[in-house]
């Protein structure tokens, strides 16, 4: 989606787009520039705040951004047009950065500290500096934290005297002198101004449109691409629900119309799931009894999903004579939930009931 062609192909058939911009190629280097511009703009209070009102009427701050212009050429046909880059920092992004650095500051000072123990049998000991520095620096690369953890090491000298040969010692007896020496770190002090300036460069992530602010304004555009995964409910629905894959057939008008005929499935399962919704939330109500696993939990946004499971256990028996003629059909009794549902769906149990039509003379 965010491929330039991608984007080029829309603009020229005047199509919208609203895409996220990976951290590759162009984009990387510009995206330095681009968060440094927006850390100026929040130390200036410039930044858009965006909010939102959450379950508890709450405003709660989303993002923080500001956004730039900026002219696009399509690498075929030179088609030029113009494009708003929206620099946005999401706080809840930022603090997940900022514990992931902590948790790897925190492994690597434990690693670098056990790689001089104290003096002991089994601990082994570091003689070489050229080895140290080499396992020191090891470790950085594969906590990531290089440049923010200084350490500092000494070269220490043990020594001890011993009697050359055997036996007992005397005044007049040779003595050698046996000289142990190791590498020892004394010293793991984190980078404080590194670090504060590098977690203010967290949370930052750029998105590209073409729409116009008076179209999609920069707040509006935060808040629709947060709603990306209901778009992708539903192609999770036709690949796990609806199973649009894969398709035993050999003719294209065939895949044309089971694609159609699937498709349809899945506007039933949102239809039913937004109508649903929406009658819940004019009330104000919660549905109980939709979550057997938890039968005290009440929800106002269920899933068309659990919607269809409430309905698993009902059935309906038909009774027929010799002849093959319906003597009896029985349905099973609709519960409380599932009336409700009914009813909220604009269905009614009276439409149920009609599968209920027993023979004539009974």
């Not at 609203?18 to 130390?43: N, R």
Request: aromatic share 6%.
């Amino acid at each position: 989606m965010s491929a330039l062609e991608t984007r080029a192909y829309l603009a020229r058939h005047q199509d919208w787009y609203l895409s996220p911009l990976p951290l590759t190629g162009a984009t990387a280097e510009a995206m330095d520039a681009w968060v440094t511009a927006g850390v100026a703009q929040s130390e200036a209070g410039a930044l858009v705040r965006i909010v939102r009102t959450d379950d508890r009427g709450h405003e709660v701050l989303v993002a923080e951004g500001y956004e730039c212009e900026r002219t696009c050429c399509a690498p075929v046909g030179g088609m030029a047009w113009s494009e708003r880059v929206l620099v946005v920092r999401s706080p809840m992004h930022a603090t997940q950065q900022a514990a992931g650095l902590e948790t790897r500051l925190r492994h690597a000072e434990t690693k670098l500290a056990a790689l001089t123990p104290p003096r002991g049998r089994g601990k082994r000991q570091m003689t070489d500096e050229a080895t140290l520095v080499e396992a020191i620096g090891l470790v950085l690369q594969e906590h990531r934290v290089g440049g923010l953890l200084s350490v500092t090491w000494e070269k220490q000298v043990e020594q001890t005297t011993q009697y050359v040969g055997r036996g007992r010692g005397a005044v007049h007896r040779e003595k050698r002198v046996i000289q142990k020496t190791r590498s020892h770190i004394t010293h793991i002090t984190r980078q404080g101004d590194t670090i504060a300036a590098i977690s203010q460069r967290f949370g930052w992530k750029a998105f590209v449109t073409n729409a116009r602010q008076t179209r999609l304004s920069l707040q509006e555009a935060v808040l629709c691409y947060r709603h990306e995964y209901r778009v992708e409910r539903i192609f999770n629905r036709l690949k796990s629900r609806v199973h649009i894959a894969p398709l035993f057939v050999k003719r294209n008008e065939q895949i044309e119309g089971l694609t159609y005929l699937l498709t349809l499935g899945v506007r039933v399962l949102t239809v039913t799931e937004f109508v649903l919704r929406r009658s819940l939330e004019q009330e104000q109500v919660r549905l109980l009894g939709l979550h057997p696993e938890n039968k005290q939990k009440r929800t106002d946004t269920p899933t068309a999903e659990r919607i269809l499971k409430a309905f698993a256990d009902i059935s309906l028996t038909i009774i027929k004579n010799a002849a093959g003629e319906d003597i009896l059909r029985r349905l099973t009794p609709l519960s409380g939930l599932q009336e409700d549902i009914l009813q909220r769906l604009g269905l009614g149990a009276a439409l149920y009931r009609q599968l209920e039509i027993q023979a004539i003379g009974h």
